[in-house]
């Protein structure tokens, strides 16, 4: 079966990790940062905030983008968090 049609156990937004990607004095990173506290507050959803002028790879990586939003360790959004979105992919 093809892996785009196969079933998987959805995980728990207890279960997921959110890591916002941002660097000290974004104010687009402080707005990211609000909406990430209340979606995994409601959840349940443990959060982290990593700084991109910390770590050459995000650095490299992400520089562009920033604040990026990444659900265990994939990439979800990037400059503007949509609540509702990110609620939904949490599966909440």
């Known amino acids: 079966?093809?892996?785009l049609l196969r079933r998987?156990?959805?995980k728990k937004p207890t279960e997921r990790t959110v890591t916002l990607v941002g660097k000290p004095g974004c104010h687009l990173?402080?707005?990211?940062?609000?909406?990430i506290e209340e979606i995994c507050g409601e959840l349940g959803a443990s959060w982290e905030k990593k700084d991109i002028t910390q770590d050459e790879e995000l650095y490299r990586?992400?520089?562009?983008?920033?604040?990026?939003?990444?659900?265990?360790g994939e990439q979800h959004d990037f400059w503007r968090v949509?609540?509702?979105?990110?609620?939904?992919?949490?599966?909440g």
């Open 29 to 35: 990173c402080d707005d990211a940062q609000a909406v």
């Open 1 to 3: 079966m093809s892996p």
């Open 61 to 72: 990586k992400y520089w562009e983008q920033i604040p990026v939003i990444l659900i265990d």
């Open 82 to 91: 949509n609540p509702q979105r990110l609620r939904k992919a949490l599966g």
């Open 8 to 10: 998987t156990d959805r």
